[in-house]
């Protein structure tokens, strides 16, 4: 029976990286018996600068409302940890160390990917050795889709990013600046694929999708915003649910904590329901057009805002999409999506059976 294992960001905290894990696993299912998802004891690290619960945790310094938040977020993270357990399959938590030759003996192909695994979040070599799979034989390595979330390597860690790249036999990225890097670093073209959310069509995801507990009103415009929401972003919402009567579901707001609540799941049932979308989000933009949206995308105003551009206007230059919410010719996008999937499963077809005995 073969077994793979996805090596992927791993928290319980952010609806993008649950849902391209459980896409990943839908993926692989066609190569292996068994898809596996690693998890490892140091995740908070590797989050602890990203800003997008800033909304929330500035809060936290408020007493009236320290507890309500508390109870809110514990919540939220329970409903992630159970999405984790039914979904994708995760093998018992480790710690890097602990990842070696021995352990990776047990399973056949390791698959690093998608989302940013190869941004370092923790500026440590341990880490990036982690995501280049150096504790997994070469002929098991595979990337599928991986991002950087950056277009220059720190050059204190070139040397390590220059190993790790060269320990694959074929390489992928799901950006082109990340395509462009590593011909850069070691002179190797890499397959430009579609992130690993875009293999599943509306219909499949669709079958994990869950009503919120919450009540959801009938016509209402999702906002998904990562970060700060900005005034030009509020007054156009607000504006447009004016006009259209309709009313607005937003993820972070501060002042509906019950959407805070929302899981991976959930997610999905808001998008196909929702009548606009609103969002600075790279997947918000993902399931937005595959569930054939009209949807208007900002650029996101903190400090990771500008590891943002690369993806989206890869994103939208493959689709031929503005984001500027009117009207898209989903057709055309079908046609496109139909080409890029095969796309991917060309390439697996070209990794896998050199990995898997």
């Not at 839908?26 to 995740?43: F, G, H």
């Not at 995501?131 to 204190?156: A, H, N, W, Y």
């Not at 500008?306 to 984001?323: E, V």
Request: charged share 30%; proline share 3%.
């Amino acid at each position: 029976m073969r077994s793979i294992v996805i090596v992927t960001l791993y928290d319980n905290i952010n609806i993008g990286n649950k849902l391209q894990n459980y896409a990943v696993a839908q993926v692989l299912k066609k190569y292996a018996d068994n898809v596996y998802t690693l998890s490892y004891k140091e995740a908070n690290q590797l989050h602890k600068d990203m800003g997008w619960k800033g909304r929330l945790v500035a809060l936290l310094g408020f007493p009236r409302q320290k507890a309500e938040i508390k109870r809110t977020i514990l919540k939220r993270r329970k409903k992630f940890e159970n999405f984790s357990k039914k979904y994708l399959n995760v093998l018992p938590m480790r710690k890097y160390t602990q990842y070696n030759y021995e352990f990776s003996k047990k399973y056949d192909a390791f698959v690093v990917g998608s989302d940013q695994v190869w941004h370092n979040w923790s500026k440590s070599e341990q880490e990036l050795k982690y995501f280049f799979l150096d504790f997994v034989e070469q002929k098991k390595r595979i990337c599928l889709s991986p991002s950087f979330g950056f277009d220059k390597i720190p050059e204190e860690f070139k040397a390590e990013y220059i190993e790790g790249l060269k320990g694959f036999k074929f390489l992928s990225c799901r950006e082109k600046s990340g395509c462009d890097l590593i011909e850069k670093l070691i002179g190797k073209k890499a397959e430009l694929l579609i992130d690993p959310t875009m293999m599943l069509s509306a219909k499949e995801w669709d079958i994990i999708a869950t009503k919120p507990e919450y009540d959801t009103p009938p016509n209402y415009i999702l906002v998904y915003f990562l970060g700060d929401m900005g005034e030009k972003a509020k007054e156009e919402v607000y504006k447009l649910a004016e006009e259209k009567h309709l009313d607005i579901i937003d993820i972070f707001d501060i002042s509906k904590l019950r959407y805070y609540i929302t899981s991976p799941s959930d997610f999905l049932y808001l998008v196909k329901h929702a009548d606009y979308i609103y969002t600075n989000s790279f997947h918000g933009c993902v399931f937005s057009i595959l569930y054939k949206k009209c949807f208007k995308l900002y650029q996101r105003e903190d400090s990771e805002g500008r590891n943002m551009s690369d993806r989206l206007k890869t994103l939208l230059d493959k689709f031929n999409i503005k984001g500027d919410g009117n009207t898209i010719d989903y057709k055309e996008i079908e046609d496109i999506l139909f080409f890029e999937r095969q796309k991917v499963d060309q390439y697996l077809d070209k990794c896998i059976p050199k990995s898997i005995p």
